[in-house]
């Protein structure tokens, strides 16, 4: 039996962050990064949490990569402060670290409850300012542990924020190369949705929708911040892409991504962009010039070809078409398309390459890979990725 749930209530469009004037609410403890403080963007949303007569307490200690001591310190406050409702506003860290502190104050809290008195239940809203990586509809949270250098993915339904505020102004001060990373991170939820193991008629459609948008948007968006409808359609995608992997999962993609960003602290979407061609070839499996018993994959990657228009005709061409299709996209975007060329030396990669491979495998998302993967075969992708070959 196959499931499929939308927990998120989604609020979006113009005039959306009114929401948070309605919360109905005493105490609102606000999770967010120091720069939405230092800019002063933080006031798009305390001015609408006060219009509603509630009192707010800020909590900006997120840094890229939250670790478990954040998250710690975000739960003492967030208990002390007694809070009725928690907002995430910032990008995937802060609303990542926003989960967790929610999750486990929730677990400690009942832990401490009489077993009279009905334990507290405190309303849960993500606000994302980057259009990425669809966390304000997922139940994935991503924690650093910075002593070991790995980045551990929480999944629990318990991480589920209540609500989503999508309100695409505050996005339009994001930096390009930001807008760049974090759009092909959208791209590769999606697509690693589509070929998921555990895909299904309704994950396709959203992730068709969400790819579709990027390809259509992504390059508008990095060209012009200030283009509201590039912004919208980009932020709509990164939510779309959401709930598509939510449902379906991803895949080795995600796998090798998050252990080389914990080992080498490199842009998430960025080192995702730059491994989706890799892996898109790794999983299609093409043999020969002639065969017809091309895998499931590849059948799924040449109907990805065919839902942006291009070139299809068969399978073989509909893969090498969307390879070609994401490599133009990283030239657009001036991005790296090499790990060596994020900065990693070779040195250090070829030290922690073989360690790297074994906790791919072992990665969530690797289990929904359409092709099981060994060890040695990962070695050879991310070696494959990194000296561009």
Do not use: W
Not at 5 to 30: A, M, W
Not at 60 to 80: F, N, R, T
């Amino acid at each position: 039996m196959e499931s499929f749930n939308v927990k998120t209530q989604i609020y979006f469009g113009d005039g959306s962050l009114e929401r948070l004037s309605r919360l109905n609410c005493h105490k609102v403890f606000i999770v967010t990064d120091p720069f939405m403080v230092k800019s002063g963007a933080i006031k798009k949303i305390t001015d609408e949490v006060s219009k509603g007569n509630a009192k707010y307490l800020v909590f900006s200690d997120i840094v890229p990569d939250p670790s478990i001591e954040v998250v710690v310190k975000g739960m003492e406050l967030m208990m002390k402060f007694n809070a009725e409702v928690v907002v995430a506003i910032g990008g995937g860290s802060a609303i990542d670290a926003a989960k967790a502190i929610c999750s486990f104050s929730a677990k400690v809290q009942n832990k401490i409850e009489s077993s009279v008195k009905a334990n507290k239940k405190i309303k849960f809203i993500a606000i994302p300012t980057t259009s990425g990586t669809g966390s304000e509809v997922t139940n994935f949270s991503v924690i650093t542990d910075k002593s070991k250098n790995i980045k551990y993915p929480l999944v629990s339904d318990d991480l589920l924020p209540d609500e989503a505020i999508l309100d695409a102004e505050l996005v339009t001060t994001v930096p390009n190369t930001i807008t760049g990373d974090t759009g092909m991170d959208v791209l590769t939820h999606a697509i690693e949705a589509y070929v998921s193991t555990q895909s299904s008629d309704f994950t396709d459609a959203l992730a068709e929708k969400a790819i579709k948008l990027v390809f259509e948007n992504l390059i508008m968006a990095y060209k012009n911040g200030n283009d509201i409808k590039a912004r919208k359609k980009m932020h709509n995608a990164s939510c779309i892409a959401g709930i598509a992997f939510n449902n379906a999962s991803l895949g080795l993609n995600h796998g090798m991504a998050h252990i080389i960003g914990g080992k080498f602290h490199v842009s998430h979407g960025r080192i995702n962009a730059i491994l989706l061609p890799y892996v898109i070839e790794y999983n299609a499996d093409l043999k020969g010039y002639n065969s017809i018993d091309y895998t499931v994959a590849a059948k799924r990657y040449s109907e990805v070809a065919k839902v942006i228009g291009l070139p299809s005709s068969n399978v073989r061409q509909g893969v090498k078409s969307l390879i070609g299709a994401i490599n133009k996209i990283l030239r657009q975007l001036d991005m790296p398309t090499s790990l060596k060329e994020t900065g990693i030396k070779a040195e250090d990669f070829k030290r922690e390459v073989v360690e790297m491979a074994s906790i791919a495998i072992d990665d969530r998302c690797t289990q929904t890979n359409p092709r099981i993967p060994r060890q040695e075969e990962i070695v050879t992708l991310l070696e494959r990725a990194f000296y561009k070959n």
